[in-house]
């Protein structure tokens, strides 16, 4: 059966007191015992002085006589034995014939006589068979040794008093139950923490529930403060662990639900945790795919990083570095931590370099196209500025300055609008657009260019197909595709806009012409900002380079995509969709 704190404690205490009070009980008997044997050799010493005395007095009379006539004085059961110096018997009371005894010079205790003085020992006589005690004392010229027979009566003499022992067994008893006192009042905290310890669930409220019924029970002495403590300690351990659960599980749903691939180490580089567009990546950027996180410190790609936790410094704890590979660009950030664990951190940035090389293109274009007007301007006005012209050239020089203001001016006009659908679209209103009152409002705004150009625009739209999108944005896309056909397809021709299909959510639009086209290179890029079939011929047909650009953005503000196509039988071929309404994802 199990014991206890308290039952252990108890037992504990039993034995080493037990052991204590049976090495005092012993000892103490022992030296009753040996006291008793001391005050017996002293009265046996104390009779041999009486016989050397008296024999010294009576030196004249013979040996035999002169003890017989002490032994009267003595115990009945006194044996005296007078020996010389060289171990024969000169007189022995308990035997007839000493002439006949053995020498006695090898006796233990005429031995230790020999030696010391006195020596005593208990054994069995060989003369009369007899067990003495014996005790023998050296003198000049013999030893006398008494002896007294070791019967019940010397036994009992020399047994120690009981007293003593009566005594240890009410002292021992009474320590038992102080000791079973101390063990219930020790084992009482002990077992009330032992309760507490193996009692507690997870559930908060039943945590609280039972440290009050325990608290309360703990004994009010520093063990049970100890306890209470402990008790106290262990609630708001259990709490402090759960609002740390509930922050790990916080930070892992951030981790897991990040655009950022993450990964961290410890100070020996081991993988601790990530998550899985960590791998994604770096599946992208090395050669191999690998579902191994570590494989940062091998592949070459992260050479600089692997250099920098090498080499850094005790202060250097942050270092960031791009990766191009295979057509991507990636972020790459290291964080070193207090302990000099770290984190990875790979962001998907081909977007973004993408867009900052384009504004940086555009800036570019912007700066190239806006030289063009600004130069022939500046031309025009220092010309009739420095020189005395008639007015003919005059007016020449004016209309050329006011055509390239016309130029700048539309410029300006499309990168505003095309900035302002992708910065900030929803700054444009949304209502319900007819596109084939539509179609008829551009017809008439561009009736001029298009007679002078014989250009004939026709449409099958019918009057019930209405985009729920912005009346402005829907009318450049069809604006720009008519100004490009009147600017670059030539004369006499046939542009056809027709509805071909549409589902639950698109209109699909064809916008054709038979003009001349142009080269199957082109294709791909000519919705690129600025992008010229031919260099030279916006000095000729005039435009800002954005048309198409404009149209583009203008179809995916209303959800839709737009392509171009060479004709088979000539000519070119645009086909876009748009949503019917802005609520299609």
Known sequence: MKMNYRQKIFLYFFLIFTTFAAGIFIVGQLRERQHKTETLKEKLDAYSDIIDAAMAQQATRPVEEIADNLLKLFPENIRLTLIDRHGHVL????????????????????????????????????????????????????????????????????????????????????????????????????????????????????????????????????????GSKIAENYRQLKENKKEIALEREKLLQHVYSSEEGLCFFSADKSVEFYNGLFVQYLNVITDLANSDPAKVFTDFSFDRVNSFLVSRETNDTYFETQIDRHGKSFAVRVNVFDDKSFEII??????????????????????????????????????????????????????????????????????????????????????????????????????IPLRDKNIRMQWDVTGNIVVKGNANLLYSIFRNLTDNVIRYAGTDIDVDIRKFGEDRNFYYFSYSDNGVGIGEQHLNRIFERFYRVNEGRTRDTGGSGLGLSIVKNAVAFHKGTIVAKNKADGGLEFLFKLAKTDEVN
């Open 91 to 226: 007189y022995d009371n308990a035997v007839t014939k000493t002439a006949l005894m053995e020498n006695h010079a090898g006796r233990p205790e005429i031995i230790e006589a020999e030696r010391t003085g006195k020596g005593s020992n208990v054994r069995i006589s060989i003369s009369n068979k007899c067990k003495y005690l014996y005790y023998a004392k050296r003198f000049n010229n013999y030893y006398i040794r008494v002896a007294l027979p070791y019967d019940i009566k010397i036994q009992d003499f020399l047994k120690p008093d009981n007293f003593f022992l009566y005594y240890v067994i009410i002292l021992f008893a009474g320590m038992l139950v102080l000791i079973n006192l101390v063990a219930e009042r020790f084992g009482k905290s002990i077992s009330q923490l032992h309760d507490f310890a193996m009692s507690m669930g997870d559930s908060g409220d039943e945590l609280n529930s039972q440290f009050s019924i325990l608290n309360s029970q703990f004994s009010k002495d520093e063990l049970g403060a100890i």
């Open 346 to 447: 790979i962001n998907d940035v081909t977007k973004q370099e993408k867009t900052r090389r384009l504004k940086q293109e555009m800036t570019g274009n912007i700066t190239h196209e806006l030289r063009t007007p600004v130069t022939g301007i500046r031309g025009c006005l220092e010309t009739i500025l420095e020189h005395q012209l008639d007015a003919e050239k005059k007016d020449y020089f004016i209309r050329s300055a006011y055509n390239q203001v016309l130029m700048l001016s539309e410029l300006i006009r499309d990168m505003s609008l095309i900035t302002k659908m992708e910065e900030a679209p929803q700054s444009f209103k949304s209502e319900e657009v007819f596109i084939a009152n539509l179609l008829q409002n551009l017809k008439n705004d561009l009736e």
